[in-house]
């Protein structure tokens, strides 16, 4: 009588050759995708410098257009700041008056040559010409009057920067 020993299965570890061919083609095609998807969102993304740059000339443009004046009188009417505009002997028109054409002008109407026509600007308060590729337009409105208060005391201040194929629009309302 013969006595087999018992034959020990022996365990494999590790992979296999064709299962690490499948973790790595499905590893390429999610980083593939993963990387695609990034591409995308930075192609349609707006370049975040030029905005900056584009708000930071809008702000600037504002900020000097609401601290001008906003009176019906010129500034050196004797009756500057008076509401009824037949109390002025010298009406602030809209548009620069004659020998004041040097920003920044003492009244917001100035800064515009009629109400809803938009004015371009290629330089600051100061002269300083804005980056290149870089074009700033204000338009000034009278919208309806808020409630309380009179027709013509209200403007809408619009200042578009365009750059590029882009564009940041700034609106404030100013009321007298």
């Not at 020993?5 to 050759?17: D, E, N, S, Y």
């Not at 499948?22 to 707006?46: E, N």
């Not at 009057?145 to 750059?163: C, D, E, H, M, Q």
Request: aromatic content about 6%.
């Amino acid at each position: 009588m013969s006595i087999k020993a018992p034959v020990q299965l022996v365990r494999q570890r590790g992979l296999t050759m064709i299962e690490l061919i499948i973790f790595i083609v499905i590893v390429t095609v999610a980083v593939v995708g993963v990387l695609q998807v990034i591409a995308l969102s930075t192609a349609r993304s707006a370049d975040p410098i030029r905005q900056k740059q584009a708000l930071a000339i809008a702000e600037g443009l504002m900020n000097e257009i609401r601290s001008a004046g906003m009176a019906l009188c010129d500034v050196n009417d004797p009756n500057y700041g008076a509401i009824p505009a037949v109390a002025c002997t010298i009406p602030d028109n809209v548009g620069p008056e004659a020998g004041n054409n040097a920003r920044p002008f003492d009244n917001v109407n100035d800064y515009v040559t009629a109400y809803g026509t938009p004015r371009a600007y290629a330089a600051d308060a100061a002269n300083n010409a804005f980056p290149p590729g870089y074009a700033a337009t204000v338009t000034i409105t009278q919208p309806n009057p808020f409630n309380g208060v009179t027709a013509g005391a209200t403007a809408l201040i619009s200042i578009a920067v365009t750059y590029g194929g882009s564009s940041t629009v700034l609106a404030s309302y100013r009321i007298r």
